[in-house]
């Protein structure tokens, strides 16, 4: 049998990002895109923090700008730059917070 | 003192691929930006299941096409547009892989 590895720390985080769009995808039951409801359902549970915290505009305004194509749903590329905008935020704010090593 | 609730999974993953770009990107110093030599040991570590099972460019090549800037570096968003590019493809293969549930 071929030897399968345990995955590593970014192979992790790929799988898990499209568990949780699945878990939250799949609740109506087309396991393809999420729609608003559950979309609310997802920000309201996995990004609560972010949600609570942030002068940003409400979580549906947030949906209709990254639902790209219009169809009032979010597919796994649309849902993936929602994560990708916030982690980029998220690098930001570290690199503010702490003195930039530059060349050392 | 304000109580500190656990991650969620979706904060883990966003908050483990800041610390795997951060841990390659500092090799030289300069934590903003993964150079060739630190994209390499990054996919060489991080991903070589990847690059190795797919009939892909070479690494560098793929470097290439994620420099949206042509700095010859990758930073955050470039960085994130991988990641992205990954799950899409692992998500479509699963949907291959699985039966589609459609509006059960």
Redesign the interface.
Known sequence: MAKI?SP???????????????KYA?KD????SLSKTEFLS?MN??????TKNHKDPSVLDRMKKLDVNSDGQLD??EF??L??G???A??DS??KAVP?????
Chains 1, 2 share one sequence.
């Open positions: 590895s590593t720390e970014t192979e992790w985080c790929i799988e898990s990002l499209i568990a949780v769009f699945q799949g039951g087309y396991n393809c997802f549970t996995e990004l609560a923090a972010f796994v590329p993936l730059n994560i990708g916030i982690a980029v998220c690098h570290f690199l930039s090593q530059k060349w050392t």
